[in-house]
């Protein structure tokens, strides 16, 4: 602020005729057209100075102030802003410490300053000769005065004439002109023959880079100039590394990093390249093209390993997914017999040289011999919860004399909450009910799409969901398996996928039975509950010869496997040998059965044994007539005598 006071007074002891301060607005609103103050500053204090700026022949039109942040009406506005004020007053607003921007875009601003003066030296003229980039519009502020008649003066840029004087007096200029790639000509002139003088004297102003060439009267007196001033935009640059980095430019040492690996640099906008030096370390370069304030992440590698190593992950990562993780790997010297691990990631592929490699038997990856820089995608499934998770990334090889190397790389990436509430049920075969809430206050579409376990789609079905509200799908599952429910949302941005796994609910056991009439037989089917909770259910067992249905209510623990009887009486008369029974079981919390089955009975002709009996009744029977039989033959054999 110290800077800015002193400059203000120095504008104060000058006098301006006619100049008038930059137009103010009553409300303030931002444009395309802005400068950003090197100096911080509040929006008291700005509005302050700027009051104090005096311009002749048009003053900027300011449009907003936000801080040191000021915001222009105009490109014309905001070019006369970056000009001097006065003929009289050559000096600059903030003395051109800011940064210009157009459309939040930093741009350039190259101004060239020329003036000329005859006294008694006849005609003069200072030429400047530009080229520029691209064809533009370029903005020109001048004043041409004479001491007395019988001279004159003038300013033409491109043949267009920015102000001119053929009598005692001054005249201001300030124009726009067409400015070309090219050719483009900035002409001050000035012309006397008598003890009266005439001058001319001014800018033109582009935002662009420029280069020219200027041609001086002769003899040269002081009055004649040319002087280039250029107002290049000043970008942060962040780098985060490790702690006591060197970051030089050329021979510059431009910072180290702190005990954190933190250091932030203000450069011009434009190419530059950076060199990493650290102890211990391989010295590691970086070239990058400025435009923007940019955060780099300098991996320097220690002098144990043999790759510089840079990552580049996937935009968004979201619970139970897929993401990737991409590697450039820059062999600081030819590496062999390179091999890959990772530990602490469910991997499920890895590319490189855009093959998918096998995992060897001891885990590993082979990459083998590599000279030249190359690129590996690590895919790996993501955790089920949001946060910060991390995984080891470890490269082994040898050097050409046979020392070994590893790096060590330390995989930090963070797993965002997913951008709805999803409430999905425990699967069963049937209709499955998903419920999808939003939770980021925005309108998009999501697709569930249902793979079997050879990876065919065998459903899927899409909605709109509407910000924070819900909409619900309804996934059939027909038969047991292992299915991969995938869900994808906001146009493919948001992904997540789920496993899972249908076991056989119920299984008969008993799909046949035999019976005599009036006699007791049961029919028995296993019944799992694959949930987390207590589950209930109930049966009923129908036959044409049944006045009413057999009904039995059952409970199952989690996870257990239980069988169920459901006994019932045979009458005692019936006409047919065969009858088909069927049997439904239902689950309390569904409508419909989860479980339909037919058995069939057949009647059997009396017999002094019991028919529905398994093999061990069975046995335990034959055993004991065979005792009996065997009491009977020794009773007749020994008993008589």
């Known amino acids: 602020m110290k800077k800015i006071l002193l400059f203000l007074l120095i504008l104060l002891s000058i006098a301006s005729v006619n100049a008038t301060a930059p137009t103010m607005p009553v409300n303030y609103t931002t444009s395309e057209y802005k400068v950003v103050l090197d100096e911080q500053m509040t929006t008291e204090q700005t509005t302050s100075t700027l009051s104090v700026f005096d311009y002749v022949q048009y003053a900027p039109v300011v449009s907003g102030i936000n801080g040191s942040t000021i915001y222009f009406e105009s490109e014309k506005d905001l070019a006369r802003f970056c000009m001097h004020f006065t003929q009289s007053n050559k000096n600059y607003a903030f003395n051109h410490e800011y940064s210009v921007f157009i459309s939040d875009n930093p741009v350039p601003v190259s101004i060239v300053y020329g003036e000329t003066y005859s006294c008694g030296n006849g005609a003069r003229h200072v030429l400047v000769n530009v080229n520029s980039s691209k064809i533009q519009t370029a903005y020109v502020f001048g004043a041409a005065y004479c001491g007395g008649s019988g001279v004159s003066s003038n300013m033409v840029l491109n043949g267009k004439t920015v102000t001119s004087r053929g009598s005692h007096g001054m005249t201001y200029g300030f124009i726009d002109s067409p400015f070309y790639k090219s050719s483009n000509v900035f002409d001050l002139y000035a012309s006397s023959s008598s003890s009266t003088g005439a001058g001319v004297d001014g800018s033109f102003l582009v935002f662009d880079s420029i280069t020219y060439t200027a041609t001086m009267p002769e003899p040269s007196v002081t009055q004649d100039t040319c002087t280039p001033y250029v107002i290049i935009p000043q970008m942060n640059v962040i780098i985060n590394s490790i702690p006591a980095v060197s970051v030089y430019e050329g021979d510059s040492l431009l910072g180290t990093t702190d005990n954190g690996g933190y250091l932030k640099i203000n450069l011009p906008i434009g190419e530059h390249s950076f060199k990493f030096i650290k102890e211990g370390y391989w010295d590691y370069t970086i070239n990058l093209n400025v435009q923007n304030d940019t955060t780099i992440n300098p991996e320097l590698a220690p002098k144990t390993s043999l790759?510089?190593?840079?990552?580049?992950?996937?935009?968004?990562?979201?619970?139970?997914?897929?993401?990737?993780?991409?590697?450039?790997?820059?062999?600081?010297?030819?590496?062999?017999?390179?091999?890959?691990?990772?530990?602490?990631?469910?991997?499920?592929?890895?590319?490189?040289?855009?093959?998918?490699?096998?995992?060897?038997?001891?885990?590993?990856?082979?990459?083998?011999?590599?000279?030249?820089?190359?690129?590996?995608?690590?895919?790996?499934?993501?955790?089920?919860?949001?946060?910060?998770?991390?995984?080891?990334?470890?490269?082994?090889?040898?050097?050409?004399?046979?020392?070994?190397?590893?790096?060590?790389?330390t995989i930090n990436y963070e797993v965002l909450e997913l951008p709805f509430l999803l409430e999905m049920p425990t699967f069963a075969i049937g209709n499955n009910n998903v419920k999808i809430t939003d939770q980021s206050g925005s309108t998009y579409s999501v697709l569930l799409?249902?793979?079997?376990?050879?990876?065919?789609?065998?459903?899927?079905?899409?909605?709109?969901?509407?910000?924070?509200?819900?909409?619900?799908?309804?996934?059939?599952?027909?038969?047991?398996?292992?299915?991969?429910?995938?869900?994808?949302?906001?146009?493919?941005?948001?992904?997540?996928?789920?496993?899972?796994?249908?076991?056989?609910?119920?299984?008969?056991?008993?799909?046949?039975?035999?019976?005599?009439?009036?006699?007791?037989?049961?029919?028995?089917?296993?019944?799992?509950?694959?949930?987390?909770?207590?589950?209930?259910?109930?049966?009923?067992?129908?036959?044409?010869?049944?006045?009413?249905?057999?009904?039995?209510?059952?409970?199952?623990?989690?996870?257990?496997?239980?069988?169920?009887?459901l006994p019932f009486k045979v009458p005692d008369k019936l006409d047919l040998e065969n009858y088909q029974l069927n049997l439904k079981i239902y689950d309390n919390e569904k409508s419909e059965p989860i479980c339909s089955e037919d058995i069939i009975l057949t009647i059997s002709k009396n017999s002094f044994l019991p028919i529905n009996m398994d093999s061990n009744n069975y046995l335990i029977i034959l055993g004991i007539l065979i005792i009996i039989i065997g009491a009977v033959i020794i009773y007749w054999k020994w008993g008589k005598k």
Not at 379 to 388: D, F, R
């Open 307 to 409: 790759f510089h190593i840079s990552k580049q992950f996937e935009e968004n990562i979201y619970p139970n997914s897929i993401s990737k993780v991409k590697l450039d790997l820059e062999p600081i010297k030819n590496a062999y017999s390179t091999r890959l691990r990772v530990s602490g990631a469910d991997v499920t592929k890895v590319y490189y040289n855009t093959q998918i490699l096998p995992k060897t038997t001891d885990g590993s990856y082979i990459l083998g011999d590599i000279s030249n820089p190359q690129s590996l995608e690590i895919e790996y499934k993501t955790p089920s919860s949001w946060g910060q998770r991390t995984f080891t990334v470890e490269l082994t090889a040898t050097d050409l004399e046979g020392s070994a190397y590893t790096n060590l790389e």
């Open 449 to 565: 799409s249902l793979y079997n376990s050879e990876g065919s789609e065998v459903w899927s079905s899409s909605n709109n969901i509407i910000e924070y509200c819900d909409c619900s799908f309804e996934v059939p599952i027909t038969e047991p398996g292992n299915y991969i429910l995938e869900l994808t949302a906001k146009a493919g941005t948001v992904k997540s996928y789920y496993s899972i796994e249908i076991i056989e609910p119920v299984k008969l056991i008993t799909n046949k039975l035999s019976s005599n009439l009036g006699k007791v037989t049961t029919a028995k089917f296993a019944i799992y509950n694959p949930t987390d909770n207590v589950k209930y259910y109930y049966s009923t067992l129908e036959c044409q010869f049944f006045n009413e249905s057999i009904n039995k209510t059952f409970s199952i623990a989690p996870g257990v496997n239980k069988t169920v009887e």
